[in-house]
């Protein structure tokens, strides 16, 4: 019996680290068959895949409805923008300072609001989104550019020596970046603190009685998602050469929601599949753009009914991923 066990346990594990490195293949491949289009497509993929990411931490982890994540995606690309055109300072060297500056805005502005729950939490992080958004095209202290953004980001380079100036490099960076993330998020999961977050999110009255601070537990949560997202935001500026408010309006953090919704809470393969949902939807229906919202509201309805739990749920327990 043990054996039998064993053999269908290795055959299993063994099917997964084929489809593994197939999938990696096809990653690696990809950027030199196709077109520089579809590479930039594969680019936007990827930042909607770390951004995902970065939200289900708060989302799909801890179960904290946050509809202004925006704001710390905004908060990364303009401190990368700011610094690279007014200071000369390189856009990788930024990439840790946009995320600790995403990370700290999340400690200062959840901080007085982390003890609210559900509808709460939520109204309170939408209008968190909208005061950066607002602030951004405001000009504070001559620094944003007001509604027209910043512009002329330099691109990303390690020394001179070597440029990130074209399509597939863009497309390598953002896809290491996400597959270091996936790494350190599968080890999260696994650990004391992701347990602390499961716990939480299931019953945050019976985790605090266990000795768990719930409060601590939720402001990392907050910290580590914004970080992400500022990380995407130092790549997004760098690539576009220029930021505006535009584009980080309440619409992109409900894109950001629905892609965690549609492939699972708390599921990272679900959140690839969300990302790639929300990416390459518009392109498949660029004929019917007229009409896109429409199909968008109604594959969400269908989901809801019919997979509520997402294409890819979570399965709990085990640090499942």
Same mark, same amino acid.
């Given at each position: 019996?043990?054996?039998?066990?064993?053999?269908?346990?290795?055959?299993?594990?063994?099917? #997964?680290?084929?489809?593994?490195?197939?999938?990696?293949?096809?990653?690696?491949?990809?950027?030199?068959?196709?077109?520089?289009?579809?590479?930039?497509?594969?680019?936007?993929?990827?930042?909607?895949?770390?951004?995902?990411?970065?939200?289900?931490?708060?989302?799909?982890?801890?179960?904290?409805?946050?509809?202004?994540?925006?704001?710390?995606?905004?908060?990364?690309?303009?401190?990368?923008?700011?610094?690279?055109?007014?200071?000369?300072?390189?856009?990788?060297?930024?990439?840790?300072?946009?995320?600790?500056?995403?990370?700290?805005?999340?400690?200062?502005?959840?901080?007085?609001?982390?003890?609210?729950?559900?509808?709460?939490?939520?109204?309170?992080?939408?209008?968190?989104?909208?005061?950066? #958004?607002?602030?951004?095209? %405001? %000009?504070?202290?001559?620094?944003?550019?007001?509604? %027209?953004?910043?512009?002329?980001?330099?691109?990303?380079?390690?020394?001179?020596?070597?440029?990130?100036?074209?399509?597939?490099?863009? =497309?390598?960076?953002?896809?290491?970046?996400?597959?270091?993330?996936?790494?350190?998020?599968?080890?999260?999961?696994?650990?004391?603190?992701?347990?602390?977050?499961?716990?939480?999110?299931?019953?945050?009255?019976?985790?605090?009685?266990?000795?768990?601070?719930?409060?601590? =537990?939720?402001?990392?949560?907050?910290?580590?998602?914004?970080?992400?997202?500022?990380?995407?935001?130092?790549?997004?500026?760098?690539?576009?050469?220029?930021?505006?408010?535009?584009?980080?309006?309440?619409?992109?953090?409900?894109?950001?929601?629905?892609?965690?919704?549609?492939?699972?809470?708390?599921?990272?393969?679900?959140?690839?599949?969300?990302?790639?949902?929300?990416?390459?939807?518009?392109?498949?229906?660029?004929?019917?753009?007229?009409?896109?919202?429409?199909?968008?509201?109604?594959?969400?309805?269908?989901?809801?009914?019919? #997979?509520?739990?997402?294409?890819?749920?979570?399965?709990?327990?085990?640090?499942?991923?």
């Amino acid at each position: 019996m043990e054996s039998s066990r064993s053999q269908g346990s290795g055959r299993f594990f063994g099917s #997964r680290q084929g489809t593994l490195m197939a999938v990696v293949a096809a990653f690696f491949i990809y950027p030199f068959v196709v077109g520089d289009y579809h590479i930039d497509i594969a680019f936007f993929f990827g930042i909607y895949a770390l951004l995902g990411l970065s939200l289900n931490i708060v989302l799909g982890e801890v179960g904290l409805f946050d509809l202004g994540h925006a704001g710390f995606y905004a908060i990364g690309a303009y401190t990368t923008a700011i610094l690279n055109t007014k200071y000369g300072i390189p856009v990788l060297l930024l990439l840790p300072v946009s995320a600790v500056a995403a990370g700290l805005f999340a400690y200062l502005v959840c901080s007085p609001i982390i003890h609210l729950r559900g509808d709460y939490l939520c109204i309170v992080t939408i209008g968190m989104g909208e005061i950066v #958004r607002l602030a951004l095209i %405001n %000009n504070p202290l001559d620094l944003t550019g007001g509604p %027209n953004g910043v512009f002329g980001i330099d691109f990303p380079s390690l020394g001179g020596i070597f440029v990130i100036d074209s399509p597939i490099k863009y =497309y390598f960076l953002i896809w290491t970046v996400v597959a270091l993330t996936i790494i350190g998020l599968l080890r999260l999961q696994k650990s004391r603190i992701g347990r602390a977050w499961n716990c939480i999110r299931e019953d945050e009255v019976a985790a605090g009685s266990s000795g768990i601070d719930v409060r601590h =537990y939720k402001l990392l949560a907050f910290m580590l998602g914004a970080a992400l997202a500022g990380v995407a935001g130092n790549i997004y500026a760098s690539k576009l050469m220029c930021v505006s408010p535009e584009s980080f309006t309440f619409w992109e953090s409900c894109l950001f929601f629905c892609i965690v919704l549609i492939g699972g809470m708390g599921s990272i393969p679900g959140v690839l599949i969300g990302a790639a949902a929300i990416s390459l939807f518009p392109e498949i229906l660029r004929p019917f753009a007229m009409y896109r919202m429409m199909f968008f509201g109604i594959a969400m309805i269908l989901m809801m009914m019919f #997979r509520p739990g997402g294409v890819w749920p979570r399965k709990r327990g085990e640090g499942a991923p």
